[in-house]
């Protein structure tokens, strides 16, 4: 919570900017291309991260499929995850957000801006007609993020519990639907940004694996690939840690 006060404090010029452009863009939103708008995103991005003193390393950027639409699913440790992601994610994307959460502040304006899909948790008909949505996206290009835990616990991560929740069978049946690649992300200390109260310098990490192809998962069940997406993530942390202690 200090890291964010202290982190709005210095940013009420930009917040301000950011803000009013970021209305202009929603009123005036088919004259911004994808990529222009990703830019915006991007650019508060990266002052958010200086001035709450937050660094960001990423590997794996080569993973990522050249063209076409996939999705991205990694673990989910706090609200800078996206943002984390997004720094170090080149080409544009959008981002899957749980509906109440996503009328926050500033996560109001990111959805806003990135053409978002809201996810309303309480309504399987909204839920269906939302992955629906996701499928065709993907199937025309676009890329997204979606976190297949559904939500998280900063208490846990606190007193050391970092193991990842059980992904969601049904998170995944838009891939499958779109018939696209499926990007697993390990982030470590993602939580740590907005979860600690601090203002020393945090350093977060996002690792993008290689991707599942349609023709590796298209036989498996939904707990299948959800099984498959988890283990190669927590391999890939356990891996990293290892490395780290040796």
């Not at 976190?147 to 838009?174: A, V």
């Not at 190669?232 to 840690?241: C, G, M, V, Y």
Request: hydrophobic share 35%.
């Amino acid at each position: 919570m200090l890291r964010i006060i202290f982190a709005v404090i210095i940013s009420i010029p930009s917040a301000i900017v950011f803000l009013l452009r970021a209305h202009y863009i929603k009123v005036h939103f088919s004259k911004y291309t994808e990529e222009q708008r990703y830019a915006f995103i991007r650019k508060y991005a990266e002052t958010l991260k200086r001035n709450a003193r937050i660094v960001t390393i990423s590997s794996g950027k080569e993973n990522l499929p050249p063209t076409g639409g996939y999705i991205m699913y990694p673990n989910h440790q706090g609200k800078y995850d996206a943002v984390g992601i997004i720094t170090e994610h080149d080409n544009p994307l959008t981002v899957v957000m749980d509906a109440k959460r996503s009328h926050l502040p500033l996560a109001t304006q990111l959805m806003t801006v990135l053409d978002g899909t809201r996810l309303d948790r309480t309504s399987p008909r909204t839920q269906v007609e939302s992955f629906f949505k996701i499928s065709q996206n993907v199937t025309e290009g676009k890329r997204y993020i979606l976190f297949p835990e559904g939500g998280y616990s900063l208490k846990d991560f606190r007193r050391g519990h970092t193991d990842l929740k059980e992904f969601k069978p049904g998170s995944f049946k838009c891939a499958i639907r779109a018939k696209c690649p499926i990007v697993p992300v390990a982030l470590i200390d993602s939580w740590k940004p907005f979860g600690q109260n601090s203002l020393r310098k945090v350093t977060t990490q996002v690792h993008f694996l290689p991707p599942l192809t349609y023709d590796e998962y298209k036989d498996k069940s939904t707990r299948e690939i959800a099984e498959e997406v988890r283990s190669r993530i927590i391999q890939k942390i356990a891996s990293l840690q290892q490395n780290t202690n040796s």
